[in-house]
Each structure stands twice: as structure tokens, then as C-alpha cells.
């Protein structure tokens, strides 16, 4: 019999491999190139009213470390440059596809993430704190429709995973 929360599970689970096979495989230039336009486009407003000049002179790293992904952001001008490369960093921000997925479709609190060590935020705290708050500021509302609901559903998958490996475990 078909059952369409097994596959979701299968789905979710075999998204980081997948992910990994395509951040190894893909040019870097490209995912350099999707991940700056993305970013730009994201935060338009910011980068025009200036609310981003706290990244001057800074680079913050972003590392998913489930699907070896890494990439530096940088202010550059109005425009935000990412590189793949490895950078110098004033703050490295660390965690899981699933964790950086429930931050972002606000279904996971960053500070619960830290103080349960999956998000780790290495060097500059102050950077941090100008990034969190900014990124609170915003919410997942900015994201185009479809891209916000298959976060949230994604979200929802990992939730009911981690619901049913916790009952498995006990």
C-alpha cells in the first residue's frame, strides 16, 4: 500500500546526500553565481537602505556541514559578493541543511540552536547578533511563495523524523 508520509520521510532524509552530489558535481562558479543573485535579491531593501553596512569590511561563513557547503559572504559596495573559496573569516556560522531550513521557515528559534549545539557561531558575536536580529527582522515572508511553502513543508517533514526517531529511541 502507498504510503505518502514513508515517502516524504525517504525524501527528506535523502535530501542532504543528494544536496552533497550536487554542491561536489556543480561548477563553482554557478553555485557561486545562484547563491550571490539569490542573496542580492533577497535583501534588496537592506542593501538599498544600508541596514547591511555592519558587513564592511567582514566576512561571515556560512557552513552546511551535512552537504560540505560552504561559502563567505561579503559587502561589497551595495552588493553582496559570495565566494566559495576558503576566507578569511570574522564569523563562521555552522550547522545542519535541516537546522538551517527550520531557522529560516521560523520553525526553530537560532538561540535554542545554539544553546543545543546545533548552530555553532565561531569569532565575531557582535556580527552575529547584527545578522540574527536582522534576520529576525525579516521573517520567511520575503521568500517567493512557492520557494517559503516547500521550506515550511520541509520543515514540517524533518519535525515529524525527528518526532518518530525520538518514539523509535525510547
Not at 537602505?49 to 559587502?75: H, M, R, Y
Not at 541543511?97 to 526553530?108: G, Q, V
Not at 540552536?113 to 520575503?142: A, H, V, W
Request: glycine share 4%; aromatic share 6%.
Amino acid at each position: 500500500m502507498f504510503d505518502i508520509n514513508r515517502v516524504n520521510s525517504k525524501l527528506v532524509a535523502s535530501l542532504p546526500t543528494m544536496l552533497r552530489g550536487f554542491t561536489r558535481c556543480a561548477p563553482k562558479a554557478a553555485q557561486a553565481g545562484v547563491l550571490q543573485l539569490a542573496l542580492n535579491q533577497f535583501f534588496r531593501p537592506e542593501l538599498k537602505s544600508g541596514e547591511l553596512n555592519f558587513l564592511s569590511a567582514k566576512t561571515l561563513v556560512v557552513q552546511v556541514s551535512d552537504i560540505t557547503l560552504q561559502f563567505a559572504i561579503s559587502l561589497n559596495g551595495n552588493r553582496l559578493q559570495v565566494q566559495l573559496d576558503s576566507a578569511p573569516q570574522d564569523l563562521l556560522l555552522k550547522a545542519e541543511l535541516a537546522d538551517f531550513i527550520a531557522m529560516i521557515s521560523n520553525t526553530a528559534d537560532p538561540d535554542t540552536l545554539f544553546f543545543r549545539r546545533r548552530l555553532q557561531m565561531l569569532g565575531d558575536t557582535e556580527l552575529g547578533l547584527y545578522c540574527k536580529n536582522l534576520l529576525d527582522s525579516i521573517g520567511p515572508e520575503r521568500l517567493p511563495l512557492l520557494c517559503h511553502r516547500a521550506l515550511n513543508w520541509l520543515a514540517q517533514q524533518q519535525q515529524l523524523a525527528s518526532n518518530n526517531a525520538a518514539v523509535v529511541a525510547n
